[in-house]
T-cell receptor, first 109, second 114 residues
Framework: AQRVTQPEKLLSVFKGAPVELKCNYS??????LFWYVQYSRQRLQLLLR??SRESIKGFTADLNKGETSFHLKKPFAQEEDSAMYYCALSDLGNEKLTFGTGTRLTIIP | DAGVTQSPTHLIKTRGQQVTLRCSPISGHKSVSWYQQVLGQGPQFIFQYYEKEERGRGNFPDRFSARQFPNYSSELNVNALLLGDSALYLCASSLTRKRGTEAFFGQGTRLTVV
């Protein structure tokens, strides 16, 4: 069965410091991975997906099939990055998403 | 565009009752999915509907049912409510049902079962 694991429920980082939110997955096939973000009082929204290989708001994520990981990184944290972050995996053949439990990121001024 | 809209935003039900939650997708989106988010957990997939047909179902009991209407709006029904059904119910719409398609989420309906 597919599974997404986010080992950190809470993560606090000082402004300007690097950020890394961890995500590991188990999936018997070629995975499609995403990071979704939920800012305070806003709806869940897509941050980035691995197929796009793009950087959004300074965040990047690289799919490492050997380590079955898709960690989210940003070199210099900003206060507006404080939010709830969810790693998600898309099922083969449709867009059903399997989410991790989420990491609440707090940027300390 | 208002995005995905869900109604009601909050409701309280008594154990054993039935509830209907509603979702209007983004205009042009034909796929609607429902997720349950229990406090402290990530969203968990319940149903996917595309072109008015059920295309996927998560590990939920038969008390949960859904449907999609010709205008692509959707309803989620839960019968014989249990205390454990208390959660945030999220609706997401997408343009297609292809893998990797971006899902756009609504604000959710907060259901409390007492």
């Amino acid at each position: 069965a597919q599974r997404v694991t986010q080992p950190e429920k809470l993560l606090s980082v000082f402004k300007g410091a690097p950020v890394e939110l961890k995500c590991n997955y188990s999936y018997s096939g070629s995975p499609e991975l995403f990071w979704y973000v939920q800012y305070s009082r806003q709806r869940l929204q897509l941050l980035l997906r691995h197929i796009s290989r793009e950087s959004i708001k300074g965040f990047t994520a690289d799919l490492n099939k050997g380590e079955t990981s898709f960690h989210l990184k940003k070199p210099f944290a900003q206060e507006e990055d404080s939010a709830m972050y969810y790693c998600a995996l898309s099922d083969l053949g449709n867009e059903k998403l399997t989410f991790g439990t989420g990491t609440r990121l707090t940027i300390i001024p | 565009d208002a995005g995905v809209t869900q109604s009601p935003t909050h409701l309280i039900k008594t154990r054993g009752q039935q509830v209907t939650l509603r979702c209007s997708p983004i205009s042009g989106h034909k796929s609607v999915s429902w997720y349950q988010q229990v406090l402290g957990q990530g969203p968990q997939f319940i149903f996917q509907y595309y072109e008015k047909e059920e295309r996927g179902r998560g590990n939920f009991p038969d008390r949960f049912s859904a449907r999609q209407f010709p205008n692509y709006s959707s309803e989620l029904n839960v019968n014989a409510l249990l205390l454990g059904d208390s959660a945030l119910y999220l609706c997401a719409s997408s343009l297609t049902r292809k893998r990797g398609t971006e899902a756009f989420f609504g604000q959710g309906t907060r259901l409390t079962v007492v």
